[in-house]
């Protein structure tokens, strides 16, 4: 894979959207972690965290080795866009998807961001991210879905 070595601006931006996706990784981790009763929502969970783990991954073969090394332990903090977004929720299966599904948009917004801000993007770059970004997208729109439809089953 092509290592775009000259570009610090490229990596610093690849580095935060490596940071979103640890977030992911974190906030899903905890959502499975205290989730006790419902083996579906621990499958979508797991399905999401190994999601970003690849992303991650596949972002990592366009920075240089020594700064792809710390890569997921990056000392960059997302913007927090869900920051102040709190909603009352009855069901406890409720707060973690509305959690997760604040969390899905924080790191669309990211990808977005990223996407906007540089313009000298080599085009498989480009294309990797758009591709995540809109998994990401999918799956912030089934967590949305799947919220809504818990909700509904609890009125």
Not at 3 to 27: P, Q
Not at 108 to 122: A, C, M, N, T, W
Request: charged fraction near 35%; include cysteine; hydrophobic fraction near 30%.
């Amino acid at each position: 894979m092509e290592h775009f070595e000259n570009n610090n601006e490229l990596s610093d931006l690849l580095e935060e959207v490596g940071a979103a996706n640890t977030e992911r990784i974190e906030y899903y981790t905890r959502a499975y972690e205290q989730m006790r009763d419902n083996s579906d929502l621990k499958s979508i969970f797991t399905e999401r965290i190994h999601q970003s783990q690849n992303f991650i991954a596949e972002l990592k073969k366009y920075v240089e080795p020594p700064l792809a090394e710390n890569f997921e332990q990056s000392n960059k903090t997302t913007k927090n866009y869900a920051g102040s977004k709190q909603k009352k929720i009855k069901k406890k299966n409720s707060y973690f998807l509305d959690n997760c599904e604040l969390g899905e948009e924080n790191t669309v917004r990211v990808y977005q961001d990223v996407l906007k801000s540089i313009k000298e993007i080599p085009e498989i770059v480009r294309q990797t991210l758009t591709d995540q970004q809109n998994e990401i997208k999918e799956s912030h729109e089934f967590i949305k879905k799947f919220r809504d439809f818990n909700l509904d089953l609890t009125a």
